[in-house]
Nanobody, 125 residues
Framework: QVQLVESGGGLVQTGGSLRLSCAASGRTFSFIAMGWFRQAPGKEREFVAAIRWSGGNTYYSDSVKGRFTISKDNAKNTVYLQMNSLKPEDTAVYFC??????????????????WGQGTQVTVSS
């Protein structure tokens, strides 16, 4: 059984920063990659960033590249999303997800079998 628990969301002004955390427990040794997605009201779930569990290669959507940084701490089984220069359009529920080895394009939600419950990020203008 795998559990993912996000934390760190909140309310921030435009231009501010937040750091999200995703703590994983269970069969984490099987992970190939972990990703962050977000979903705003009335919109589809959107890829934000991903990181390979071994090696640390990172991948970003164009909308966050240069502002967000994904990182991991293997010893703590935790993935982070540092979000800087936040904009109102970044407002969404942010989810972390884990790929146990399905492979495929990092931005495809179907790659990931395990999902956290989500954490709300609200950026005020």
């Amino acid at each position: 059984q795998v559990q993912l628990v996000e934390s760190g969301g909140g309310l921030v002004q435009t231009g501010g920063s937040l750091r999200l955390s995703c703590a994983a427990s269970g069969r984490t040794f099987s992970f190939i990659a972990m990703g962050w997605f977000r979903q705003a009201p009335g919109k589809e779930r959107e890829f934000v960033a991903a990181i390979r569990w071994s090696g640390g290669n990172t991948y970003y959507s164009d909308s966050v590249k240069g502002r967000f940084t994904i990182s991991k701490d293997n010893a703590k089984n935790t993935v982070y999303l540092q979000m800087n220069s936040l904009k109102p359009e970044d407002t969404a529920v942010y989810f972390c997800a884990a790929d146990p080895g399905n492979g495929g394009f990092y931005a495809y939600p179907d790659r990931y079998d395990y999902w956290g419950q989500g954490t709300q990020v609200t950026v005020s203008s």
